[in-house]
């Protein structure tokens, strides 16, 4: 069964600073996506990730991800308030049509 | 706005209680998708359906139920509702039919409430 863990769960940074979400997983994919989730909202789409070596960027995230190493990582520069939310990754479970989620990671940003 | 249309949007009901959801997914898309995501738990993926037939079942309790019906809107029918069945039940849509799920679409969500 497929198991997609981030962190760090919670995330608290300062405005300006940089810093980086992790999300692993423990099977075979290569088709990662990361996800935004205001409180009580849906989820929004930010990054598809297709293939081995994938970087994709807008705004202030980076996303990438490493299909040997089953790590994708969403990377935040400078920090603004607005980035605070809950960032989810999801892997395509590859044959069982499905994607299975991260824990989620919540971030805030404090000014 | 993702295209994917959810009602009802709050549901306060009791215990022992059975309520509907509805979903209406993405004009085009064929795959449908219900997650549940609670405190607790997460986002959990219950069932999926493309073209009408079920096609993968995650973590459904048999107290809950789906369909896809011709037009393509799904419905998830939760019965003998206990008070940890209280949650918000996304509906996602994606394009389907591949061995790739694809990127989901996601609904606002059904926020469920059992007293």
């Known amino acids: 069964e497929l198991k997609v863990e981030q962190n760090p769960l919670f995330l608290s940074m300062q405005e300006g600073k940089n810093y980086t979400i992790y999300c692993n997983y423990s099977?075979?994919?290569?088709?990662l996506y990361w996800y935004r989730q205001d409180p009580g909202k849906s989820l929004e789409s930010l990054f598809v990730?297709?293939?081995?070596?994938a970087v994709k960027q807008e705004g202030r995230l980076m996303a990438s991800l490493d299909t040997k190493a089953r790590l994708s990582t969403l990377h935040i520069t400078a920090a603004v308030h607005d980035l605070s939310a809950t960032y989810f990754c999801a892997v395509d479970d590859f044959g069982n049509e499905k994607l299975t989620f991260g824990t989620g990671t919540r971030l805030t940003i404090i000014p | 706005d993702s295209g994917v249309t959810q009602t009802p949007k709050h549901l306060i009901t009791a215990t022992g209680q059975r309520v509907t959801l509805r979903c209406s997914p993405r004009s085009g898309d064929l795959s449908v998708y219900w997650y549940q995501q609670s405190l607790d738990q997460g986002l959990q993926f219950l069932i999926q359906?493309?073209?009408?037939?079920?096609?993968a079942k995650g973590n459904i309790l048999e107290r809950f139920s789906a369909q896809q019906f011709p037009d393509l809107h799904s419905e998830l029918n939760l019965s003998s509702l206990e008070l940890g069945d209280s949650a918000l039940y996304f509906c996602a849509s994606s394009e389907g039919g591949g061995w790739n799920t694809g990127e989901l679409f996601f609904g606002e969500g059904s926020r469920l409430t059992v007293l």
């Open positions: 099977t075979t994919s290569d088709r």
């Open positions: 359906y493309y073209n009408g037939e079920e096609r």
């Open positions: 990730l297709l293939s081995n070596g």
